[in-house]
Structure formats: C-alpha cells, structure tokens
C-alpha cells in the first residue's frame, strides 16, 4: 500500500510538472479576433495576455462607438482564449490524474 501512495504521488508531481510546462506553452499559443467589419482586430496568448490591438482610424472619431467595438471583440477573444487554456489543461491533469474513486472532476 505504501508503494502504491508514493507511485501516486509521484504520477501527482508529473502532472503537476506537465500543467506548469503546458501554461508556458500556453503563453506563445495566439487567439486572434476581429470585430464583424474587422474594424477593430485584438490578439492575445491562450493565457489571456492581450499581446496586440489593432484599431481602423475611423472609430478614433466617435468614443462610445470605439468603447462598444473594443467590450464585443475583447470579450469574444477571452472566451476563445478561455476556451482553448481550459481544454489544454483539463487534458492535461485528466492524462496523469491517478485513478482515486470520487476525484471524477476531469472526466
């Protein structure tokens, strides 16, 4: 029985290791999104780090447009960002999750 804890928590470490290794990864993998007239085009890292704002010089004229424009396309790229970092991780931990009977919350 204690050969088997100490194959667990060694399996528990790896993947410990393995979710660490696959944040940093995450960090050079990009979500590109753009507004539906392409007006407005935003770039960021599957970490949610917004890495580029690209912005048509026409909505520099109208504030609240701009505001608008920037809320719907920042929000679409951290959903698609979210989306990607959960899934990557959630494989991840699921992957080097020993089997434990009740710790089903990767499956």
Known sequence: MFGDMMN??????????KVED??????????DEKSNDDK????LTANRTIKSIEI???????????EDYL???LN???EKATQVNEAELAAVA???MPNIPGLDMFK
Request: aromatic content about 2%; hydrophobic content about 35%.
């Open 56 to 66: 048509d010089e026409t909505l520099l004229e109208d504030k609240e447009q701009l």
């Open 71 to 73: 809320i719907l396309t």
């Open 94 to 96: 699921k992957e080097g």
């Open 40 to 43: 407005v085009k935003i770039t």
């Open 8 to 17: 667990m928590m060694g399996k528990l470490k790896e993947t410990q290791k």
């Open 22 to 31: 696959t944040k940093k990864r995450l960090d050079t993998v990009f979500i």
């Open 76 to 78: 679409k790229a951290i």
